[in-house]
């Protein structure tokens, strides 16, 4: 009997520091169903598609070329780049990021042409940042126009999911319509090509960049948690990799897809990218009401007065 006593009394705290575990993370929340965006689009291999960017020594390919780790320790981050640039486009890839405790360390998806442009450059930034505590890693996004680099654009959200036990999506649909971002097929932020927004629409082809770094004056609440290099090396490891668009060739910067320059014409510009269905509307509203904590167009302390996007949404 006192053996079933001790039993009972242990599988109870079990499940106890289980539930406490999820609850310290938040709810758990079941994300709607959404088209899978990812399935229009054909699969491309790290070793054709990418060259290194920075840190190669922390750069191991994997998958027989269809995967990438990326890591970061005391020495260097690391970075790949696509080996085209693009005008308009689809770009994912699954990540896994790093377990344990992650504070300041950056894992970067994002789309740039600051090595053309380092002045007057764009930017479509999917940004994951590390935390003092195990697996809350946030979500952030960001856009940069025709050189606005001093004034971010960023909203924030909490992934509904742990991103360091399976691989997950990150995309970012790129056209003269919208820029959406989503994680697993689900928007999570659109942003409409408006007169408002116009002049801060990227607008000039860019590369598409995987990276890890150390944001430690700046990712973990506000630089207050710098990377813990005891915990290093830290991996982040990559797959299921798209990158569909308008290539521009290496002669020309000309931002238009209906140029001979461009080996192809812009694969997201038929009427079903043109705006989000009803599924991805539904999708966007419960990523926006359940996970986003910050907005840009929120913040009244930041800006005494909004960007004229804000306040024509």
Known sequence: MATFHYKLFFSSLLIFCKTVEVYS??????????????????????????????????????????????????STGSGLVSKNKYYYGFFNAALKLPAGFTSGVVVAYYLSNADVFPHNHDEIDIELL????????????????????????????????????????????????????????????????????????????????????????????????????????????MRGIEMEGCILNQKDTAPSCSRSSLSSLDPVDGEQFSKLSSQQTNGLDWARRKHMFYSYCQDKYRYKVLPPECNAN
């Not at 689009?41 to 190669?56: A, C, H, L, P």
């Open 25 to 74: 993370r938040g709810p758990v929340y079941t994300p709607p169903d959404v088209e899978r965006l990812t399935d229009r689009f054909s699969r491309v291999t790290v070793d054709k598609s990418y060259d290194v960017s920075f840190g190669g020594s922390n750069i191991r390919v994997t998958n027989n070329g269809t995967g990438a780790d990326i890591s970061l320790d005391k």
């Open 130 to 237: 590390g935390h003092e505590k195990r697996r809350d890693w946030v979500l952030q996004t960001n856009i940069y126009g025709n050189g606005s680099v001093r004034t971010g654009r960023e909203e924030k959200f909490y992934l509904w999911f742990d991103p360091t036990e399976n691989f997950h999506d990150y995309s970012i649909l790129w056209n003269n319509h919208h820029i959406v971002f989503l994680v697993d097929n689900i928007p999570v932020r659109e942003v409409v090509h408006s007169n408002a927004i116009a002049s801060v629409y990227p607008s000039k082809p860019m590369s598409v960049y995987a990276t890890i770094w150390d944001g430690s004056e700046w990712a973990t609440h506000g630089g207050k948690y710098p990377v813990n290099y005891k915990f290093a090396p830290f991996v982040a490891s």
